[in-house]
């Protein structure tokens, strides 16, 4: 499957304070991104692992609309403000279909704001699902897990390897969340790095990780009549 990379789209500053950028309609259907954080509480900044995805992912997707968010402060001491974050992005865009997508820190921001009308499912990308972290906002939602094989605990961000999201995921399929889990063979955390020049720069199974994704939007776009004119 080969993908071709879209300019970043139109940016915004949400209520909360947070940005938002948009690739794409939002009037049928959206995704929106929510980044990972850390321990110390340190000002937001664009995902370079979801602005690759977003650029690789849009233009396959053209009647889908993609909503990244840039935090005002990204950390898990902070979760509460991220959630508010997210909320407040889902309301912006106003899709009647959204679909969170949310990296590391953010599956559990996504987890949070998943009962936001319109919300239909969470993808968590290596996804932080402490054990406290309430499910019940994924009552009547979807849950799908892609986690790197290699993935394993950062400073600042416990809880982020194959057994802790594994864990977090079959909490929430206990509680009769429907949904899937699948283990990218060789992937670490994350799908981009950052370079000293601003772009995002692709590590080893970025390309493993887009194509399941890419499957993931394809089961979303196709569950209900969005790409009829």
Excluded at 55 to 65: E, I, S, T, Y
Excluded at 69 to 84: H, Q
Excluded at 131 to 136: C, F, M, P, Q
Excluded at 216 to 221: D, G, N, S
Aim: hydrophobic share 40%.
């Amino acid at each position: 499957m080969r993908f071709r990379s879209t300019p970043a789209g139109v940016r915004s500053r949400l209520p909360t304070g947070a940005d938002l950028r948009l690739t794409g309609p939002s009037d049928r259907a959206a995704v929106v991104c929510v980044n990972g954080g850390q321990r110390t509480e340190v000002e937001g900044t664009w995902s370079a692992s979801l602005e690759w995805l977003v650029r690789q992912l849009a233009p396959r997707f053209p009647r889908l609309g993609f909503a990244e968010v840039r935090y005002r402060i990204k950390s898990w001491k902070r979760l509460d403000w991220c959630v508010e974050d997210a909320r407040a992005a889902i309301q912006a865009v106003g899709a009647p279909r959204v679909l969170l997508l949310g990296f590391s820190m953010g599956g559990a921001v996504g987890i949070s704001a998943a009962d936001e009308p319109g919300v239909e499912e969470v993808l968590g990308l290596a996804p932080w699902i402490p054990d406290r972290l309430d499910l019940a906002p994924l009552a009547g939602r979807r849950l799908t897990v892609l986690q790197g094989s290699l993935d394993r605990a950062l400073p600042g961000i416990p809880g982020v390897s194959p057994a802790h999201s594994r864990r977090g995921f079959e909490r929430a399929r206990a509680l009769g969340v429907d949904g899937e889990y699948t283990l990218l063979r060789g992937a670490v955390h994350g799908m981009a790095l950052r370079a000293h020049w601003g772009r995002p720069v692709p590590l080893p199974r970025a390309g493993a990780w887009a194509q399941h994704v890419s499957r993931e939007l394809e089961r979303f776009e196709g569950s209900r009549s969005i790409s009829s004119p």
